[in-house]
Protein backbone atom coordinates (compact mmCIF):
# COMPACT_ATOMS: atom_id res chain seq x y z
CA UNK A 1 0.00 0.00 0.00
CA UNK A 2 1.06 3.36 -0.85
CA UNK A 3 1.51 6.09 1.98
CA UNK A 4 -0.83 9.16 2.03
CA UNK A 5 0.71 12.55 1.34
CA UNK A 6 0.95 14.48 4.28
CA UNK A 7 1.74 17.54 2.26
CA UNK A 8 -1.32 18.69 0.65
CA UNK A 9 -0.90 20.38 -2.69
CA UNK A 10 2.69 19.06 -2.61
CA UNK A 11 3.59 23.05 -0.41
CA UNK A 12 6.78 21.46 2.17
CA UNK A 13 7.12 24.41 3.84
CA UNK A 14 5.62 28.35 4.06
CA UNK A 15 6.82 31.02 5.62
CA UNK A 16 3.11 32.65 6.09
CA UNK A 17 2.50 32.40 9.79
CA UNK A 18 -1.12 32.41 9.35
CA UNK A 19 -1.00 29.18 6.67
CA UNK A 20 -3.74 27.10 6.24
CA UNK A 21 -4.15 23.85 4.51
CA UNK A 22 -6.48 22.93 2.49
CA UNK A 23 -7.49 19.75 4.94
CA UNK A 24 -10.47 21.84 7.14
CA UNK A 25 -12.22 21.50 3.59
CA UNK A 26 -12.77 17.81 3.41
CA UNK A 27 -15.14 17.72 6.64
CA UNK A 28 -17.65 15.02 6.16
CA UNK A 29 -20.91 16.20 4.87
CA UNK A 30 -23.97 15.85 7.55
CA UNK A 31 -26.52 13.49 6.66
CA UNK A 32 -29.65 14.75 4.77
CA UNK A 33 -32.93 13.96 6.05
CA UNK A 34 -34.53 10.63 3.55
CA UNK A 35 -36.92 13.51 2.14
CA UNK A 36 -33.65 15.67 0.85
CA UNK A 37 -31.76 12.23 -0.85
CA UNK A 38 -32.07 11.22 -4.18
CA UNK A 39 -30.87 7.70 -4.46
CA UNK A 40 -30.74 5.88 -7.73
CA UNK A 41 -31.14 2.16 -7.64
CA UNK A 42 -29.52 -0.02 -10.67
CA UNK A 43 -29.31 -3.48 -11.44
CA UNK A 44 -25.30 -4.58 -12.57
CA UNK A 45 -23.30 -7.21 -13.74
CA UNK A 46 -20.86 -5.90 -15.09
CA UNK A 47 -16.74 -6.91 -14.30
CA UNK A 48 -18.75 -8.97 -11.80
CA UNK A 49 -18.09 -12.52 -13.48
CA UNK A 50 -21.84 -12.79 -14.81
CA UNK A 51 -23.06 -12.12 -10.88
CA UNK A 52 -26.14 -9.76 -10.41
CA UNK A 53 -25.96 -7.02 -7.67
CA UNK A 54 -28.43 -4.40 -6.43
CA UNK A 55 -26.60 -0.66 -6.16
CA UNK A 56 -27.90 2.06 -4.64
CA UNK A 57 -26.21 5.34 -5.14
CA UNK A 58 -26.73 8.84 -4.91
CA UNK A 59 -26.31 8.92 -0.76
CA UNK A 60 -25.04 12.23 0.74
CA UNK A 61 -23.92 12.02 4.13
CA UNK A 62 -21.85 10.19 7.13
CA UNK A 63 -20.07 7.23 5.67
CA UNK A 64 -21.42 5.51 9.12
CA UNK A 65 -25.09 6.26 8.02
CA UNK A 66 -24.38 4.80 4.89
CA UNK A 67 -22.77 1.83 6.47
CA UNK A 68 -25.85 1.64 8.49
CA UNK A 69 -28.27 1.61 5.60
CA UNK A 70 -26.45 -0.80 4.05
CA UNK A 71 -26.66 -3.24 6.90
CA UNK A 72 -30.65 -2.53 6.90
CA UNK A 73 -31.11 -3.08 3.29
CA UNK A 74 -28.88 -6.20 3.57
CA UNK A 75 -30.99 -7.64 6.62
CA UNK A 76 -34.27 -7.24 4.68
CA UNK A 77 -33.42 -8.79 1.66
CA UNK A 78 -31.68 -12.00 3.66
CA UNK A 79 -28.24 -11.39 1.37
CA UNK A 80 -24.98 -10.33 1.69
CA UNK A 81 -23.35 -7.05 0.37
CA UNK A 82 -20.98 -4.27 0.98
CA UNK A 83 -20.62 -0.65 1.20
CA UNK A 84 -17.88 1.07 -1.36
CA UNK A 85 -17.14 4.38 -2.70
CA UNK A 86 -20.11 5.83 -1.36
CA UNK A 87 -22.21 2.97 -3.06
CA UNK A 88 -24.77 -0.05 -1.33
CA UNK A 89 -23.64 -3.05 -3.14
CA UNK A 90 -25.99 -5.90 -2.20
CA UNK A 91 -26.06 -9.32 -3.92
CA UNK A 92 -28.18 -10.50 -6.12
CA UNK A 93 -31.34 -8.65 -8.23
CA UNK A 94 -33.45 -6.86 -5.21
CA UNK A 95 -34.28 -3.51 -7.21
CA UNK A 96 -37.70 -3.68 -6.58
CA UNK A 97 -37.69 -4.73 -3.42
CA UNK A 98 -35.25 -2.16 -2.04
CA UNK A 99 -37.18 0.15 -4.48
CA UNK A 100 -40.62 -0.29 -2.19
CA UNK A 101 -38.38 -0.59 1.09
CA UNK A 102 -36.58 3.01 0.55
CA UNK A 103 -40.29 4.62 -0.93
CA UNK A 104 -41.86 3.28 1.73
CA UNK A 105 -39.15 4.58 4.51
CA UNK A 106 -39.60 8.24 2.72
CA UNK A 107 -36.44 8.16 0.53
CA UNK A 108 -36.98 9.91 -2.91
CA UNK A 109 -36.02 6.77 -5.17
CA UNK A 110 -35.60 6.06 -8.99
CA UNK A 111 -34.87 3.08 -10.64
CA UNK A 112 -31.96 3.25 -13.09
CA UNK A 113 -30.24 1.42 -15.76
CA UNK A 114 -31.84 -1.29 -17.23
Do not use: W
Not at 49 to 65: H, M, N, Q
Not at 70 to 88: A, D, P, R, Y
Amino acid sequence: MSKKNHHPGNIVYSTNPDFQTGDSDKSEHSTLPPQQQDLRVMRDSKQRGGKTVTLITGFIGKEDDLKELGKLLKTKCGTGGSVKNGEIIIQGDFRDKIFNFLTDAKYRVKKAGG
